[in-house]
């Protein structure tokens, strides 16, 4: 079970986690489309150099790629990029939706823009990549061929176990690929495609810089996913449908909003009656779930530190 020979189109692959997947897919064998149109954080500006930058690299080591520099929030930019792997290669075999950008900002500061920004790289990104490529799947699936295809996409602990504040847009939108992920497995796997999804947490990228407790660990570089990915397109893998936490050694299979403690009764609910139930549930404190993701436990103490830090950086 291996990826030679396979092509595998890796969106946002110029820098971080997704240059990581590129090279360690290229170095595995596989031909690698890199799509990166070379923005900032943000989303803003543009440099067809940076991903032109890691086709050079992938070409000197002796493997194949080719650069691609449009927009996954582009519906005809996601069809382009599909349409250059099967020209360039001669078909597509996997896709890995990681393309994403941010604005970072509390919700009575955040712009239409900002929000519409995000989740369009985010969210609409990976649906629409993923159309043109099951689009193209479809038509070699009714044309007889039987061939293993792949997507994997890219949620966050942000959106699934820790949503961060300042992250509307970009937990919302992690949390859709999440679901879609499901959806798409259910709905793609009578044509032979897999679709799964790998949550990176506290790994070190442009979009991480300033979360507490993500610098300094060298198993939090971004290639600590790469192997996972590369195991997830690799022809024959049985895996489908799932959601993947990974941090640093440990993979963890997620199951979504899993259902908690409950309150029951046998008629309609009153206020009061629910005044009386519902707080006397074991009920989730997500400051505590925050403080774990970061790696500390929250005493009282601990609670006020984190209260501060997100009151200053939201209203910086």
Request: hydrophobic fraction near 50%; glycine fraction near 12%; aromatic fraction near 4%.
């Amino acid at each position: 079970m291996d990826v030679r020979g396979r092509t595998v189109l890796v969106t946002g692959a110029g820098r971080g986690i997704g240059r990581a997947e590129a090279l360690h897919l290229a170095a595995a064998g596989a031909n690698v489309v890199v799509n990166d149109p070379g923005v900032e954080v943000d989303g803003s500006g543009g440099d067809a150099a940076v991903a032109a930058a890691v086709v050079e690299e992938i070409r000197a080591a002796g493997g194949r790629a080719v650069a691609d520099t449009g927009s996954v929030a582009v519906w005809g930019d996601a069809r382009a990029m599909v349409e250059r792997a099967v020209e360039t290669f001669g078909d597509l075999h996997a896709v890995v939706n990681n393309a994403a950008v941010e604005a970072n900002r509390g919700i009575e500061r955040l712009t239409e823009a900002e929000f519409d920004d995000v989740v369009a790289v985010k969210l609409k990104g990976t649906a629409a990549v993923t159309h043109w490529a099951a689009a193209h799947w479809r038509e070699r699936h009714a044309a007889g061929q039987r061939v293993d295809r792949a997507i994997v996409n890219t949620a966050s602990g942000s959106g699934l176990s820790n949503p961060l504040p300042g992250h509307t847009n970009y937990a919302a939108a992690s949390a859709g690929v999440a679901a879609m992920t499901v959806v798409h497995a259910l709905e793609l796997g009578r044509r032979g495609v897999r679709v799964n999804c790998v949550s990176p947490s506290m790994v070190r990228t442009r979009l991480t810089r300033g979360v507490p407790g993500v610098d300094g660990a060298p198993a939090r570089d971004p290639d600590v996913v790469a192997p996972l990915v590369a195991y997830l397109v690799a022809d024959g893998c049985p895996l489908t449908g799932q959601v993947l936490s990974v941090r640093v050694g440990r993979i963890t299979v997620q199951h979504g909003w899993s259902a908690g403690a409950r309150a029951v009764t046998d008629g309609r609910w009153t206020v009061p009656e629910l005044a009386a139930e519902l707080p006397a549930l074991p009920l989730p404190d997500p400051f505590a779930a925050l403080a774990a993701a970061l790696g500390g436990a929250l005493g009282d103490a601990g609670r006020a530190r984190l209260e501060a830090m997100i009151a200053a950086g939201l209203d910086a």
